[in-house]
């Protein structure tokens, strides 16, 4: 394994620099070269390995986590080869300081399945992979982040059944982690209630994940990998109401945050994927120029992001808006913008 030398160290420098970003630990103690050499020195003899060493990748998750929570997902995506697949060999091997390389190597695939951009069955792979490490570190909080990324997934891969079932194998251990873990493992569980039709327990998970959200999201101590602010709060709340055949509940819910213009900061993907959703609840509604308006710029968003799997969703909600207003002109313009994509 090559050592961290100078082209190394001035690409990652020129990848953490991003204007107006608060890294977890200062600019020169990143790019140090010493950690990355005792780093690759160690995958030789996992056992010499120090916590220092492994603490200093433990912060360059937390500045991954950041650059991501800053709708900077590419950089994170080019910074992660550089030392997860390391990380992970030593999260393979017996030694004192396995459970901090599996808490290094879970959080690093759960962030894996948060910036790729399309790709479902590496999406599943990556949370297959944070699962198996959070099992190794003992700390629920991790499990719990770990087991949501995965339910989160198999939403995403329409894969119903097994999102319930993961979500609910997070349930009993919610009452370990922080209020904002807690609140986004209900808003999964009303989802894949509403989904599988389940209108009683849908709501009742709503309702408690609105009692246990926190006033000060940004304040709790998962919050910088939990992805989650008032903003996916009313998300998961419109896509419950959306699977509840709930239009109208779904669209005050998604109007609270706004996709167009964001009331909340909200992350790229998430902005998307709530103008899909006030399109698609906007044509249940009957608005043709309000259903075309979101649509059009969800698929707009989406394409200029790469964001394949809004595109798709985006193509889907225009079947809907086709379905309903077959012979308008306002949807048969916009039929050029699939077509391009398809």
């Known amino acids: 394994m090559a050592h961290f030398d100078e082209s190394r160290r001035n690409a990652l420098k020129q990848l953490l620099g991003v204007s107006g970003l608060t890294l977890a630990m200062p600019m020169n103690e990143l790019i140090n070269p010493e950690p990355w050499d ?22 360059l998750v937390d500045t991954c986590w950041g650059l991501n929570n800053a709708s900077q997902p590419e950089t994170v995506q080019e910074i992660l080869p550089t030392f997860l697949p390391r990380v992970e060999t030593l999260a393979q091997t017996y030694s004192k300081n396995q459970k901090m390389a599996a808490a290094i190597a879970s959080q690093g695939y759960i962030l ?5 951009k399309g790709n479902v069955p590496a999406l599943e792979r990556y949370c297959d992979l944070a699962v198996q490490y959070s099992q190794l570190t003992g700390d629920y909080s991790i499990q719990v982040a770990a087991l949501k990324q995965m339910a989160t997934i198999a939403l995403v891969a329409k894969k119903t059944d097994k999102a ?4 609910q194998r997070a349930l009993p251990l919610t009452r ?12 999964g ?23 246990v959200f926190p006033s000060q999201p940004e304040e709790d101590p998962s919050f910088l990998y939990t992805v989650c602010n008032e ?5 998961y709340d419109g896509l419950t109401y959306m699977d509840l055949d709930q239009p109208q509940q779904a669209w005050d819910a998604l109007a609270q945050v706004d996709g167009l213009n964001p009331k909340f900061p909200v992350a790229e993907s998430w902005r998307i994927e709530i103008i899909n959703l006030q399109g698609s609840a906007a044509a249940e509604l009957g608005n043709l120029e309000m259903s075309c308006a979101y649509v059009e710029a969800g698929a707009n968003a989406a394409a200029e992001q790469g964001y394949e799997i809004w595109q798709s969703e985006s193509a889907d909600v225009f079947k809907q808006i086709q379905l309903r207003w077959p012979s308008e002109t306002r949807v048969q313009n916009l039929e050029g913008l699939f077509q391009q994509g398809s």
């Open 112 to 116: 894996a399945a948060e910036v790729d």
């Open 231 to 235: 903003a996916v709060l009313h998300l």
């Open 189 to 211: 569980l009303a989802s894949a209630y509403a989904r599988c039709g389940n209108q009683q327990d849908a709501l009742r998970y709503r309702g408690r994940a609105h009692e």
């Open 38 to 59: 005792r780093l690759s020195r160690g995958l030789t003899k996992p056992t010499n390995i120090n916590e220092e060493t492994l603490a200093h990748f433990s912060k």
């Open 164 to 167: 319930l079932q993961t979500y």
């Open 176 to 187: 370990y982690v922080s209020p904002l873990l807690r609140a986004r493992i209900y808003m």
